[in-house]
Structure formats: structure tokens, C-alpha cells
């Protein structure tokens, strides 16, 4: 049945270019009529073939191209993030410094490196401890005033209780009046100045300041200033808001006050 159609197709084309012109009408001349228009297409087909290939090579090297320039803008952009890091710590780090030159006695600088995750609880690890000179009670401060003391220590390790946790307090003085109370955390984002009372001169802005009467924190390291001023129905205290001068949810680094006596003039004068 096939060799039949293919004859009759044979005997066809023959014939339709026999109608048109003169055909040699030797097997081999019947041969070319019949190959010619199928090599023509595959031809064609060879020659799309050929440009699809490149036109997929190309397109797989732009892939390759835009994954390697992918990767080398992340790295940029993470070396970038990283210098900008740098940039702030140092800024931070200068700006520690140059308080730690108003302080006095001697002072170790300690990094933050964990926080209490209990919400109740403000404290923060840091990784100095006493073997850096460091032990319980110490004062912590920053730049912007008073954070905290040292609720324990071990050797390398020692853990700070942020003034603004519930179990913290500090004999403050209003700075303006000199009214004097007791700074306590709330273990919220305020603390609460005690024991002024109804006569005390207070008002919201002023600032609020270490007295240096708790053994603890020397005199005049700033702690927060006045937010809020409330009688609560009482006729004796004040109900005192007070916003800290520290940002904690920002702290990073801290000065441990690890000796608050001014240091001895040096050399000593020479005797007579």
C-alpha cells in the first residue's frame, strides 16, 4: 500500500514538471526533483536550528551574567552595611570615651552581649566580669547618664540590672530645686521618682540627677527627666513620672565605674 502512494507520487510530480518544462527524464534528474525541495527545507530547518542554539547560548549567558552580577552587588551591598556598622560603633565608641574622661576614678568599658528574654526582668549580660576589676554593686553609665549597677559577676561574665527594672532604685535630686527622692523602675519604659512630697517644687522638664547619698552612683550623673507630675489624691506625695536619659532599647556598650575615688595627681609634687 505504501510503495503505492510513493509510486503515485513519484509518477505525479513527473508529470507536473513535464507540463511546465523540459525535465530530463533520466532516474538521476528524477532523483533531484524529487530530493531538491526536501533538502531545501532541511536546509531551512538546519539553519533555525543553528540560530535558536545561539540565541539559547546567548540567553544562558545572560543568565550567568546577571547571577554573577547578582552575587557581586550582595557582596557590595554587605560590605557596604558592614562599613556603615563600623562607621556608627565608632562614632558610639568616641562618644563613650570622651565621657569616660569626665568620670571620675577608673572605669572598665563593657559590651552587651545577651538580654534577660523575661519581659518582667531589665537585665543584660555583659562580657566583662571580675576579673576586669568588676563585682557586684558597681555603677554602669553611658554618655547620656546613669543605666544600671552589677547584680552579680563571675570571671569573664557579669550581669547589670537596668535602671529601669522593678528592684532598681537610685537616691535622686530634682536638679533645678534640689528636691531629693528615689528613683524605681517600673519595668516599663518609665520610672517613678518617691517620696517627694506635696511642698517639693517638681514640674515637668527638669532634669533629674544622681544625689550620690546611695553609696552606689557618684553625684550628678544624669538619670532621666520629669514627664509627668500627679498628687493622686494624696496629700503628702507626689506621684513623679520620670523618662530616662538612656535609651535601652539601644544600649550596646557601658562604662562599669569600677573605682569612684579621683584619681591621685601624677606625679606627686616634689617635697622641699
Not at 563585682?135 to 547584680?151: C, E
Not at 522638664?205 to 550628678?220: E, L, Q, R
Request: a neutral charge.
Amino acid at each position: 500500500m505504501c510503495g503505492g502512494i510513493v509510486f503515485l507520487a513519484v509518477n505525479l510530480l513527473v508529470i507536473a514538471a513535464a507540463s511546465k518544462r523540459a525535465v530530463s527524464a533520466s532516474p538521476l534528474g528524477i532523483f533531484l526533483e524529487i530530493v531538491t525541495p526536501f533538502q531545501a527545507l532541511t536546509t531551512r530547518a538546519i539553519g533555525a536550528l543553528r540560530e535558536l542554539r545561539e540565541d539559547l547560548g546567548g540567553a544562558l549567558a545572560a543568565v550567568r551574567e546577571n547571577r554573577e552580577l547578582r552575587r557581586r552587588l550582595e557582596e557590595l551591598e554587605r560590605i557596604e552595611a558592614g562599613r556603615r556598622e563600623i562607621e556608627i560603633e565608632n562614632r558610639r565608641l568616641k562618644e563613650l570615651l570622651d565621657f569616660k574622661a569626665t568620670l571620675p576614678g577608673e572605669v572598665v568599658a563593657a559590651r552587651i552581649i545577651a538580654a534577660d528574654p523575661a519581659a518582667w526582668f531589665k537585665t543584660v549580660i555583659l562580657d566583662k566580669g571580675e576579673e576586669d576589676g568588676i563585682r557586684k554593686g558597681l555603677p554602669a553609665v553611658t554618655a547620656r547618664g546613669a543605666v544600671g549597677q552589677i547584680l552579680d559577676a563571675s570571671p569573664r561574665r557579669s550581669r547589670l540590672l537596668l535602671l529601669i527594672d522593678y528592684n532598681s532604685a537610685a537616691d535622686a535630686l530634682v536638679q533645678r530645686s534640689r528636691a531629693r527622692g528615689v528613683l524605681k523602675g517600673t519595668s516599663g519604659a518609665e520610672c517613678l521618682l518617691d517620696y517627694l512630697q506635696h511642698a517639693d517644687d517638681v514640674q515637668v522638664g527638669d532634669a533629674v540627677v544622681t544625689s550620690g547619698f546611695d553609696g552606689v552612683y557618684p553625684k550628678g550623673l544624669l538619670l532621666g527627666t520629669v514627664s509627668a507630675v500627679d498628687f493622686q489624691g494624696s496629700d503628702v506625695f507626689k506621684e513623679v513620672r520620670v523618662k530616662p536619659a538612656a535609651d535601652f532599647d539601644k544600649l550596646e556598650e557601658v562604662l562599669v565605674i569600677v573605682d569612684s575615688r579621683p584619681k591621685a595627681a601624677w606625679p606627686p609634687p616634689a617635697r622641699r
